[in-house]
């Protein structure tokens, strides 16, 4: 598919392409290519990321001329790649010769696999042409060994027609089939696409729990900065993410796998606006288990930290923030996420461990006046315990 979609073409190009005859030229796009060496790197170090460290078993579905089965092929996986399109196969097998590799010629909607399972079924940039996306995702689920994992590459091409599934979306179909759902967004990423770009791309990391491990309860856990400046905080606008996009929040984050809380708060500092923190200049602030509306429950962890520490703030993600901003602690906006401005409002009410249970139906967005849905816990306020969110 031509990455550089944005005219009236873009609402007819998912009935119209024809694979075969695209073929030849696929490969000419930066990111399908790969072919300049930055490009290439940048992706295989996404690759790293997203695959086993182990040797495992890789099912590239849709897999075009089979550059990224090339990169999974050269770290050290076996892969399977199927394709609808017996030129893109043709050209597939020709870039994975001497590799422990093989290309088949079948539907994405039931890859002609037999009974052989899976540790990884990688897609990129397919899901978008399939008219019904859900069942193939179980299908797909289906494919996989016990503990799998499922990696697609979506996004949401062009700007004036877009065409595409939104990150959102995508993880909402696959929040009932996987144990944990990760979206990781690539757009702010010019080195995968061979330049800047500025519509939605992404990547969803679905794991699905290994036998051993299923009865265990697992929960994502996510870290938000508290920069204190005198009586003020830093607050980001959300933006373009699909997710309480136009609401105020602190910069925040989900810690990855492997990682303690204070490095994922240091990391996302930096990534977010631009900060260079110190172990030394955080301190843990409050605790919040949290539920959104209809959502899984997520720990958070806020961390404070002192302005002036790790340097000037500025907006390192234009993509997903449309700007910084402070506020007093005393008089938050409204305009912010509830469960954020919650933890807040504990905060400065001296809290440290807190509920923030949204119902289903509840907004995202912190209604003044709204039924509270903060708990502190062990804690005894005063006032009651009210805590606005
Ligand atoms: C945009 S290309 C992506 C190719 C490759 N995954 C990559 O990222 O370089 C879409 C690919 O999906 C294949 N495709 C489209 N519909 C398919 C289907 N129903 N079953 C299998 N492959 C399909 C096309 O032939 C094409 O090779």
């Known amino acids: 598919m031509n990455s550089d979609l944005s005219s009236g073409q873009e609402s007819t190009v998912r009935a119209a392409v024809d694979w075969d005859a695209e073929a030849a030229t696929f490969d000419d796009e930066p990111d399908h290519g790969l072919r300049d060496p930055d490009v290439r790197d940048a992706w295989a170090g996404r690759m790293k990321e997203w695959l086993p460290s182990a040797r495992s078993h890789i099912l590239d579905i849709g897999c075009g001329t089979g550059s990224l089965s ?24 020709a870039k994975l010769a001497g590799h422990d590799a093989e290309i088949l010629v079948g539907d994405a909607a039931a890859p002609p696999v037999g009974d052989r399972r899976f540790d990884v079924v990688l897609v990129r940039h397919v899901l978008w042409a399939l008219s019904d996306p859900e069942p193939v995702l179980r299908h797909w689920c289906g494919l996989l060994r016990q503990g799998g994992r499922l990696v697609l590459v979506e996004g949401v091409w062009g700007e004036k027609s877009p065409v595409g599934i939104p990150a959102h979306r995508l993880a909402d179909m696959l929040a009932p089939l996987a144990a944990r759902v990760h ?55 959300r933006a373009g993410t699909g997710y309480a996009d136009g609401l105020l929040h602190a910069p925040s984050g989900h810690v990855e796998d492997g990682e303690d809380v204070r490095t994922a708060v240091i990391r996302e500092a930096h990534e977010e606006v631009g900060l260079d923190l ?21 720990i958070g962890w806020f961390f404070e930290a002192e302005y002036g520490a790790g340097g ?28 954020c401005r919650a933890g807040l409002d504990a905060y400065r009410a001296g809290h440290r461990f807190v509920l923030h249970w949204h119902e289903d139906g509840d907004a995202i967005a912190y209604e003044p006046g709204g039924v509270s849905r903060a708990l502190a816990l062990g804690e005894t306020r005063a006032d009651g315990g009210d805590l606005r969110g």
């Open 278 to 298: 110190a172990p030394d200049d955080l301190r843990a602030a409050l605790v919040m288990q949290h539920r959104g509306p209809g959502g899984q429950p997520r």
């Open 70 to 93: 090339l990169l999974a092929a050269e770290q050290g996986h076996r892969v399977t790649g199927v394709d609808l399109s017996p030129r893109m196969a043709e050209r597939a097998r």
């Open 183 to 237: 979206t990781e967004r690539l757009s702010g990423d010019a080195r995968l696409w061979g330049r800047a770009v500025h519509d939605e791309r992404y990547a969803v990391v679905a794991t699905f729990a290994d036998p051993r491990t299923a009865a265990r309860h697992t929960e994502v856990v996510d870290v938000h900065l508290i920069l204190r400046r005198g009586d003020e905080v830093l607050l980001a606008r």
């Open 312 to 339: 000037e703030p500025v907006n390192r993600e234009p993509d997903k923030c449309s700007g910084l901003s402070w506020h007093p602690l005393a008089a938050l906006p409204d305009d912010m996420v509830a469960y």
